[in-house]
């Protein structure tokens, strides 16, 4: 295995890591609400008036801060080297998941696991494991 050093990002990915950890952080401190991507936009189509709009000023947030971004550096360029129908099925069976594990990686992985909770620690563990076979059988054994 080696690093790909004109890739490798310490600073920046440190500095999101922060960034993610604080937001998470000052919601359920000021709001007592999990920040959990799945949890907060599932919550659009059922919920309560008043809880409306901080999911919906969350969203805008997630979608305005690459914008921001692009304002002070270049976004780097994706390459997605699938089709189409592909990456449907892959966004179905990521949904369904998160629906039958009662949250996403960011909702277990940053807040479940930093309230110490059994579910989300079990939940982490479960999305790892998942993503290194199916890394490993995609790149090892169709390709």
């Not at 890591?17 to 907060?40: H, P, R, T």
């Amino acid at each position: 295995m080696s690093i790909d050093w004109q890739s490798f990002t310490p600073w920046t990915s440190l500095a999101g890591g922060i960034l993610i950890g604080s937001a998470a952080s000052v919601l359920i401190l000021f709001n007592g609400k999990i920040a959990g991507i799945s949890g907060i936009l599932g919550g659009l189509f059922h919920a309560q008036k008043t809880d409306i709009s901080w999911r919906l000023a969350f969203i805008a947030g997630l979608i305005g801060a690459p914008l921001l971004y692009r304002l002070f550096t270049e976004l780097p360029v994706i390459q997605i080297d699938a089709n189409l129908g592909v990456l449907i099925a892959a966004g179905l069976i990521v949904g369904v998941g998160t629906r039958y594990g009662s949250g996403c990686t960011s909702g277990h992985g940053v807040c479940g696991l930093s309230r110490l909770s059994p579910r989300s620690l079990v939940a982490t563990i479960a999305f790892m494991v998942a993503g290194f076979a199916a890394t490993y059988v995609f790149r090892h054994l169709i390709n």
